[in-house]
């Protein structure tokens, strides 16, 4: 343990309950009016393929040397399936629109050899394809979200491809997919139409894609068993215009519409800001822009009511997270960014704001699992380490399935720095599926702790108890040299002898305890 791990841990056992500071936050949870279920589909990841996100980072091919099954790496797998992945969607991404899924079946040294022409003009093998994914998704545990190929496929081909996935008939797809290793039919949970149909997708109008999408939905068959939720491709950043076309146009043939929104500290994709050295006016900054999530989910809610007002369809916020500046030295077609407690902060702050919206918001995925932008895990050939942002996951599995509560608070103040403004404290409270109420909390200050006096009325609080991820710089990260400069601390506090609790949050800290 190195000495700043030793101040934080210390910092942390010293939390007290007791009577209400003057100057503490109230936080009032109301358990006894439970709110939308909070769908475990929230935390789920991507992987597309692009620079070393599959490639090396999960797939080292079943001859490697390194330690894998199937061809995906044991210890990745492994660190994954601690953080209960419950959904990954692939194979992109732009790159899904590109991508030829017959490219991806039969003897792998077989398979053709592509450009992948969106992300760094490197050759894609195809050694990854339909059925090395849903090995992978089963050693996960997790459900498999597939995204079709409507940029340059067409309905034949993506409908081709769920019937070669789904169908327990004795057709020639279903026998092609039996004889390449797979007798049942392959669990699909999601089909999405397309993506970014906006932008890299095909440059299309809401209304010319909504009139595409029907016609491909239309041919996507599958065993009612075995048939997956179809998502439409929808907007991005401030543009609900796909939401409210979407939502009209489509409701009877899709289960929910996507939504992309990236969070860069300059708000420029231009020159974005660097992952690492940053000032406290690019970390306030950036948070300032991440919690803009909170007004995207609400205007495009806002904008499917009007069509939609029992909420049968779900707004998927499948691509979210942090977009820097490259790494100095490397492809810039590889996105790759290092992942440091600013980036655990902005997980959970986007976590609360997707727990308040559980009732439309069933499904996130955050770009992406490994090695590209905000990442999970962070590989060099042989060698994992694992992110702050793994450790957020990590800390947040009690939210999966659980039930919204509400949450209040009450004198909460503004923390201020280089024109930017953000509330000093989020939260979010749910029931958990073993019973006990859980409480995350998350103090923007990089400057200062907080206090925060807890409340849930009818109910008397004896303690709480959890885990706490800070540091003393907030650009603290890890590295192959100090794989553990930054994780989890233990983290309890007690109420007094007047039976109120007041939880002291470290300044920049993200906070995620059971109550008792």
């Given at each position: 343990?190195?000495?700043?791990?030793?101040?934080?841990?210390?910092?942390?056992?010293?939390?007290?309950?007791?009577a209400?500071?003057?100057?503490?936050?109230?936080?009032?949870?109301?358990?006894?009016?439970?709110?939308?279920?909070?769908?475990?589909?929230?935390?789920?990841?991507?992987?597309?393929?692009?620079g070393?996100?599959?490639y090396?980072?999960?797939?080292?091919?079943?001859k490697?040397?390194?330690?894998n099954?199937?061809?995906?790496?044991?210890?990745?797998?492994?660190?994954?399936?601690?953080?209960?992945?419950?959904l990954?969607?692939?194979?992109?991404?732009?790159?899904?629109?590109?991508?030829?899924?017959?490219?991806?079946?039969?003897?792998?040294?077989?398979?053709?050899?592509k450009?992948?022409?969106?992300?760094?003009?490197?050759?894609?093998?195809?050694?990854?394809?339909?059925?090395?994914?849903?090995?992978?998704?089963e050693?996960?545990?997790?459900?498999?979200?597939?995204?079709?190929?409507?940029?340059?496929?067409?309905?034949?081909?993506?409908?081709?491809?769920?019937?070669?996935m789904?169908?327990?008939?004795?057709?020639?797809?279903?026998?092609?997919?039996?004889?390449?290793?797979h007798?049942?039919?392959?669990?699909?949970?999601?089909?999405?139409?397309?993506?970014?149909?906006?932008?890299?997708?095909?440059?299309m109008?809401?209304?010319?894609?909504?009139?595409?999408y029907?016609?491909?939905?239309?041919?996507?068959?599958?065993?009612?068993?075995y048939?997956?939720?179809?998502?439409?491709?929808?907007g991005?950043?401030?543009?609900?215009t796909?939401?409210?076309?979407l939502?009209?146009e489509?409701?009877k043939?899709?289960?929910?519409?996507?939504?992309?929104?990236?969070?860069?500290?300059?708000?420029?994709?231009?020159?974005?800001?660097?992952?690492?050295?940053?000032?406290?006016?690019?970390?306030?900054?950036?948070?300032?822009?991440?919690?803009?999530?909170?007004?995207h989910?609400?205007?495009?809610?806002?904008?499917?009511?009007?069509?939609?007002?029992?909420?049968?369809?779900?707004?998927?916020?499948?691509?979210?997270?942090?977009?820097?500046?490259?790494?100095?030295?490397?492809?810039?077609?590889?996105?790759?960014?290092?992942?440091?407690?600013?980036?655990?902060?902005?997980?959970?702050?986007?976590?609360?704001i997707?727990?308040?919206?559980?009732?439309r918001?069933?499904?996130?995925?955050?770009?992406?699992?490994?090695?590209?932008?905000?990442?999970?895990?962070?590989?060099?050939?042989?060698?994992?380490?694992?992110?702050?942002?793994?450790?957020?996951?990590q800390?947040?599995?009690?939210?999966?399935?659980?039930?919204?509560?509400?949450?209040?608070?009450?004198?909460n103040?503004?923390?201020?720095?280089?024109?930017?403004?953000?509330?000093?404290?989020?939260?979010?409270a749910?029931?958990?599926?073993?019973?006990?109420l859980?409480?995350?909390?998350?103090?923007?200050n990089?400057?200062?702790?907080?206090?925060?006096?807890?409340n849930?009325?009818?109910?008397?609080?004896?303690?709480?108890?959890?885990?706490?991820?800070?540091?003393?710089?907030?650009?603290?990260?890890?590295?192959?040299?100090?794989?553990?400069?930054?994780?989890?601390?233990?983290?309890s506090?007690?109420a007094?002898?007047?039976?109120?609790?007041?939880v002291?949050?470290?300044?920049?800290?993200?906070?995620?305890?059971?109550?008792?």
């Amino acid at each position: 343990m190195n000495q700043i791990q030793r101040g934080v841990l210390a910092l942390c056992m010293l939390a007290s309950g007791g009577a209400f500071a003057a100057d503490a936050v109230s936080l009032t949870i109301d358990a006894a009016k439970p709110g939308a279920v909070i769908n475990k589909d929230v935390y789920g990841q991507f992987a597309e393929h692009l620079g070393t996100g599959i490639y090396e980072g999960l797939w080292v091919g079943p001859k490697s040397k390194i330690p894998n099954t199937k061809g995906w790496r044991n210890d990745v797998v492994g660190a994954l399936k601690n953080i209960h992945v419950p959904l990954v969607r692939w194979p992109g991404g732009c790159f899904a629109d590109e991508y030829h899924w017959r490219d991806g079946i039969g003897a792998r040294e077989k398979r053709p050899v592509k450009v992948n022409t969106n992300w760094g003009g490197v050759d894609e093998s195809n050694a990854v394809g339909t059925h090395e994914f849903f090995d992978l998704v089963e050693m996960l545990g997790a459900d498999a979200y597939v995204n079709g190929n409507l940029g340059t496929g067409s309905a034949q081909e993506m409908s081709e491809w769920v019937e070669y996935m789904t169908s327990d008939s004795k057709s020639t797809l279903a026998n092609m997919r039996r004889k390449n290793g797979h007798d049942k039919p392959f669990k699909v949970a999601y089909f999405a139409v397309g993506n970014e149909a906006w932008g890299c997708g095909g440059n299309m109008s809401p209304q010319y894609y909504s009139d595409v999408y029907k016609q491909v939905e239309t041919f996507l068959r599958a065993p009612k068993q075995y048939r997956p939720k179809i998502i439409a491709s929808g907007g991005n950043d401030n543009d609900v215009t796909w939401s409210e076309v979407l939502s009209k146009e489509v409701k009877k043939q899709t289960d929910g519409i996507s939504f992309h929104y990236y969070t860069i500290p300059t708000g420029k994709w231009e020159v974005k800001g660097a992952s690492t050295g940053f000032q406290e006016n690019e970390w306030i900054s950036t948070l300032a822009n991440t919690l803009r999530m909170e007004s995207h989910i609400q205007k495009n809610s806002a904008a499917m009511d009007k069509n939609d007002p029992e909420k049968k369809l779900g707004l998927f916020v499948d691509e979210w997270g942090t977009w820097y500046d490259v790494e100095k030295g490397t492809n810039p077609g590889f996105l790759f960014q290092q992942n440091t407690l600013r980036d655990a902060v902005v997980a959970a702050l986007n976590f609360n704001i997707f727990h308040a919206h559980a009732e439309r918001v069933r499904m996130t995925n955050i770009a992406q699992m490994v090695n590209v932008l905000q990442s999970m895990i962070i590989t060099d050939k042989d060698k994992m380490l694992l992110t702050p942002t793994y450790y957020a996951y990590q800390m947040y599995v009690p939210f999966q399935g659980a039930t919204s509560l509400p949450v209040t608070l009450k004198d909460n103040p503004d923390y201020s720095a280089g024109g930017f403004k953000v509330p000093e404290i989020s939260a979010s409270a749910a029931r958990g599926t073993d019973g006990k109420l859980y409480l995350a909390l998350v103090n923007t200050n990089p400057n200062k702790d907080a206090d925060v006096a807890l409340n849930i009325p009818g109910q008397s609080i004896k303690s709480v108890k959890g885990n706490v991820l800070t540091s003393s710089a907030m650009d603290t990260h890890n590295t192959f040299q100090s794989p553990n400069a930054i994780k989890p601390a233990p983290f309890s506090a007690a109420a007094g002898a007047d039976g109120k609790l007041t939880v002291k949050i470290p300044a920049k800290a993200v906070i995620v305890v059971a109550v008792e």
